[in-house]
């Protein structure tokens, strides 16, 4: 993956964490799930978001409530922001 792909890639999981950070999920009445919008009844992902929401918020009960894999999926992608941002501070010197 090239540099700008890295750089893309870490801009779109800061600025989804910070949507779900802002955003009420109570309030709120979205959902870009793609098995929803099919016309499925159930999505073994759906409250993912939610659930990451809650954990952002500091409501650790909702989260659980919503999906029990969202402190996991929280986890996953901050280690995955971590390693795009690792990755760029310890290749600064190489020509790409």
Known sequence: MTRFGRYIE???WVAGLLWLAFTEVESAHYSVCV??????????????????????????A???ASHPLAIPALLILLNRMWQLV????TNK???Q
């Open 93 to 95: 010197h190489q020509i």
């Open 35 to 60: 098995f929803r919008a099919a016309g499925f009844e159930h999505c073994p992902g759906c409250g993912l978001g939610h659930g990451v929401s809650h954990l952002l918020h500091g409501r650790l």
């Open 86 to 89: 690792k990755f760029d501070s």
């Open 62 to 64: 909702e989260s659980w």
């Open 10 to 12: 870490l801009f779109v």
